[in-house]
């Protein structure tokens, strides 16, 4: 048998690299779930500072720069943190001192690390490694590739935690993921877990989790309301696919819960500016139903993976008015799948499905 010099790494692990030689990482395999992002605190200038980032992404805003520009520093960011902190403070987690999308997604992680620990993916799970960050705001991306990359993992899979795909999200993500790689000297190899709004695990987590919600409510809901986050029509005329794939992801609850158009209708909420955005449109759909004769109405947000200032506050604060208003009387927003069993299963499937490659 020939004899063969061990590899730098193969040296390192039994302590035999030569004297001077920069320190050789134990080979792990990191896991990043990411979501949209969040300011730090509700008041003027942390409202600003997260805003800013946002609607300075060519991603979200695709406005010609010369005109964005004076719109978002001269009037949008002068106005609108206000109003924005002002929401968010009714939604606030204050004894973390920090907003629910956070506190929620750091639970995702959380969960998931205990999962793997307990052998949720076999054998090798302990060279596995997760954290956490946010697109916008804190912990940011690159503190979270820079964290896993410290910590010796030298592949990491990226999980937008967005089930529909957009370029406005999963694109903007991976965007910014490339932008920190891009600075490293040993760069980890990376995978981007794919959206999965039509994934079955996904489907079947969202149907057990409205059924059982629905279930506690105190009343019995006439309809039910599928509201996805709203992109400008122009996105899609330009092929994004986002529309197609909450539309797929609707029909396909639909069929899980046994309903009709009629009493599972589709939406799209959070309209900004005055361009023409994707409709339906939520407020008016909630406002029209109680025209109607609606009573009863609950809604789900599935393109949500987490609760956050759109779905506590926009579907259930100031839509319910909307309804009551209009002559509704019995209102509920259904919850994400949040770190629940049910939200937990499509994360866990998803993660066992990508890394099982590399494991």
Same mark, same amino acid.
């Given at each position: 048998?020939?004899?063969?010099?061990?590899?730098?790494?193969?040296?390192?692990?039994?302590?035999?690299?030569?004297?001077?030689?920069?320190?050789?990482?134990?080979?792990?395999?990191?896991?990043?779930?990411?979501?949209?992002?969040?300011?730090?605190?509700?008041?003027?200038?942390?409202?600003?500072?997260?805003?800013?980032?946002?609607?300075?992404?060519?991603?979200?805003?695709?406005?010609?720069?010369?005109?964005?520009?004076?719109?978002?520093?001269?009037?949008?960011?002068?106005?609108?943190?206000?109003?924005?902190?002002?929401?968010?403070?009714?939604?606030?987690?204050?004894?973390?001192?920090?907003?629910?999308?956070?506190?929620?997604?750091?639970?995702?992680?959380?969960?998931?690390?205990?999962?793997?620990?307990?052998?949720?993916?076999?054998?090798?799970?302990?060279?596995?490694?997760?954290?956490?960050?946010?697109?916008?705001?804190?912990?940011?991306?690159?503190?979270?590739?820079?964290?896993?990359?410290?910590?010796?993992?030298?592949?990491?899979?990226?999980?937008?935690?967005?089930?529909?795909?957009?370029?406005?999200?999963?694109?903007?993500?991976?965007?910014?993921?490339?932008?920190?790689?891009?600075?490293?000297?040993?760069?980890?190899?990376?995978?981007?877990?794919?959206?999965?709004?039509?994934?079955? %695990?996904? &489907?079947?987590? =969202?149907? !057990? +989790?409205?059924? *059982?919600?629905?279930?506690?409510?105190?009343?019995?809901?006439?309809? /039910?309301?599928?509201?996805?986050?709203?992109?400008?029509?122009?996105?899609?005329?330009?092929?994004?696919?986002?529309?197609?794939?909450?539309?797929?992801?609707?029909?396909?609850?639909?069929?899980?819960?046994?309903?009709?158009?009629?009493?599972?209708?589709?939406?799209?909420?959070?309209?900004?500016?005055?361009?023409?955005?994707?409709?339906?449109?939520?407020?008016?759909?909630?406002?029209?139903?109680?025209?109607?004769?609606?009573?009863?109405?609950?809604?789900?947000?599935?393109?949500?993976?987490?609760?956050?200032?759109?779905?506590?506050?926009?579907?259930?604060?100031?839509?319910?008015?909307?309804?009551?208003?209009?002559?509704?009387?019995?209102? %509920?927003? &259904?919850?994400? =799948?949040? !770190? +629940?069993?049910? *939200?937990?299963?499509?994360?866990?499937?998803?993660?066992?499905?990508? /890394?099982?490659?590399?494991?």
């Amino acid at each position: 048998m020939n004899f063969q010099a061990p590899t730098p790494v193969e040296r390192d692990a039994a302590g035999l690299l030569p004297p001077g030689h920069p320190p050789v990482r134990a080979r792990k395999i990191g896991v990043l779930l990411v979501n949209l992002g969040t300011p730090e605190a509700t008041d003027y200038w942390s409202m600003r500072a997260y805003l800013k980032e946002f609607l300075s992404d060519r991603r979200v805003v695709e406005t010609p720069r010369w005109l964005w520009w004076p719109i978002l520093n001269l009037v949008i960011l002068t106005v609108r943190p206000g109003r924005k902190g002002h929401d968010y403070q009714t939604i606030w987690n204050k004894e973390r001192n920090e907003s629910p999308l956070k506190t929620i997604t750091r639970a995702q992680a959380e969960a998931l690390g205990q999962w793997i620990a307990a052998g949720g993916l076999g054998a090798k799970g302990g060279q596995v490694v997760v954290d956490w960050a946010m697109r916008y705001g804190k912990p940011s991306l690159k503190a979270g590739l820079d964290g896993l990359a410290a910590q010796g993992c030298d592949r990491i899979l990226l999980v937008p935690l967005y089930p529909q795909y957009s370029a406005a999200t999963s694109a903007t993500v991976c965007d910014k993921a490339f932008e920190a790689l891009a600075a490293m000297r040993w760069q980890p190899s990376l995978r981007v877990a794919p959206p999965y709004y039509d994934d079955p %695990a996904y &489907i079947a987590a =969202l149907a !057990a +989790s409205l059924r *059982g919600h629905v279930a506690a409510l105190s009343f019995k809901p006439e309809v /039910l309301l599928a509201s996805f986050h709203g992109v400008p029509q122009a996105y899609l005329d330009k092929g994004d696919p986002y529309h197609c794939h909450c539309v797929k992801t609707w029909r396909l609850l639909r069929e899980a819960m046994g309903m009709s158009a009629e009493d599972f209708p589709m939406s799209f909420q959070s309209r900004f500016g005055p361009a023409e955005w994707l409709k339906p449109a939520t407020d008016d759909t909630i406002k029209a139903l109680a025209a109607r004769g609606v009573k009863r109405l609950a809604v789900i947000m599935p393109g949500f993976s987490a609760d956050c200032l759109e779905t506590l506050e926009e579907i259930g604060v100031e839509n319910a008015s909307y309804f009551r208003e209009a002559g509704g009387e019995e209102f %509920a927003a &259904i919850p994400c =799948l949040n !770190a +629940s069993p049910e *939200g937990m299963g499509v994360i866990e499937t998803l993660v066992a499905r990508e /890394l099982a490659g590399w494991l």
